[in-house]
């Protein structure tokens, strides 16, 4: 049977990737070292399951993907934002996730990937991807609880509890501190590095998140990226053009969500813009391009320094929800990234909820606009996103 991806020849694998993702099916380029991996409700694969029920084996009468719930953000008929509680094991659709040789990184694009991956390393039986992709599940989440009992019903136990219990962080053990620091990007270790020395760091870094052809990444950032990049956090002015086609989505724009969930002091000091310092990043773009922004802000910002809490929610509108909280408000202080379009921020801040968590830590946010010359125009209200009037641009 000939297998075809794209119209690409493919073939079944069971691949060891590192002591963290290892020995799990998937397809592979047959001309190549990538590595696809389908999840989806109808793809079956066999798996020894008996020993589920055996307490000395799994210990777990039911599936794990059962025992997790979400909160999760959806729009009514109404178009009103509202939040429910549903299982993971509703949530499940059809992914693909392309994992790039020779680095072998976990990147995905959105949160239902991880919710995917997450099912499939409980169907495969892989403790190790689950509890990988259940730290970064966490860090793109509003609110995950664990059904451990129901009633006098114990539902989860067994490796799986603990394996829970160690992404929360209610138990230490070494060996595997040593075995997933590997998949996270230490950025603490340049700390006190020089701003320029910095991004190089961070550049050169860059290109093990893409796809690697003919011993050589495709994607490298230029010189005169990185130079941009050093001019948006250094600069004074608040606008700062571009060519067309110059990376700011797919370059500059991942590099400067690093630098902010780094603690580099140089970087930090010029991002308080004389303020104080910044905690939360609001990421504004024009609504045809936030699929895009979305995707390259997850794929290149949930790997970063192990243990590290902070988040990354793809709606401004996660601020409606009772967990996600700001500042002094918050239970541990944590980063915050943010993913939204100009217009859905323009709605967030008719509600007075969001309003009265961005109000008393406004000089803690740093808000960054991509595509401003989008919206310069006299009839559109995006720049004031406050007051409802028209905007005073000149024309020339």
Not at 13 to 31: V, Y
Not at 233 to 244: N, Q, R
Request: overall charge neutral.
């Amino acid at each position: 049977m000939n297998i075809r991806i794209n119209q690409v020849d493919a073939k079944v694998s069971t691949i060891f990737f590192n002591e963290a993702i290892s020995f799990i099916p998937c397809f592979k380029f047959t001309e190549g070292q990538d590595v696809i991996i389908f999840t989806s409700p109808n793809i079956h694969y066999l798996v020894d399951k008996g020993g589920q029920f055996c307490p000395d084996y799994y210990g777990m009468k039911h599936e794990l993907i059962e025992c997790i719930t979400s909160e999760e953000l959806f729009t009514d008929l109404n178009d009103d934002p509202q939040f429910r509680k549903a299982k993971l094991s509703e949530l499940l659709t059809e992914s693909k996730v392309v994992v790039y040789f020779p680095d072998y990184y976990l990147l995905v694009s959105s949160r239902q990937q991880l919710i995917n991956l997450l099912d499939y390393a409980i169907y495969i039986r892989n403790l190790g991807l689950f509890i990988l992709v259940l730290f970064f599940l966490r860090r793109t989440s509003m609110s995950l609880e664990y059904l451990e009992r129901k009633e006098k019903v114990v539902q989860i136990t067994g490796p799986w509890k603990e394996a829970i219990l160690y992404v929360l962080g209610h138990s230490s053990e070494k060996h595997y501190d040593v075995i997933f620091e590997r998949q996270f990007v230490d950025l603490k270790q340049y700390n006190n590095l020089p701003l320029r020395d910095f991004i190089e760091v961070l550049s050169e870094h860059f290109t093990r998140y893409q796809r690697h052809v003919d011993g050589e990444y495709q994607i490298v950032p230029r010189e005169k990226q990185k130079r941009f990049l050093e001019r948006i956090i250094c600069g004074e002015e608040s606008f700062h053009f571009s060519e067309v086609g110059s990376g700011k989505t797919k370059v500059i724009m991942p590099l400067l969500c690093q630098i902010f969930l780094s603690s580099n002091k140089e970087a930090h000091k010029y991002l308080a813009r004389g303020g104080k310092k910044k905690d939360t990043l609001v990421i504004l773009v024009p609504e045809h391009l936030l699929p895009d922004a979305r995707a390259q802000v997850f794929r290149h910002c949930l790997n970063i320094n192990f243990r590290q809490e902070y988040r990354v929610y793809d709606d401004i509108l996660a601020l409606l929800h009772r967990n996600v909280a700001l500042g002094s408000a918050q239970r541990r202080p944590m980063k915050q990234i943010f993913v939204t379009s100009f217009n859905q921020f323009k709605k967030a801040l008719t509600y007075d909820k969001i309003c009265n968590k961005i109000r008393p830590h406004r000089e803690h946010i740093l808000v960054v606009a991509d595509e401003v010359d989008d919206f310069l125009d006299r009839d559109k209200l995006v720049f004031n996103i406050c007051s409802n009037k028209a905007n005073n641009f000149s024309q020339e």
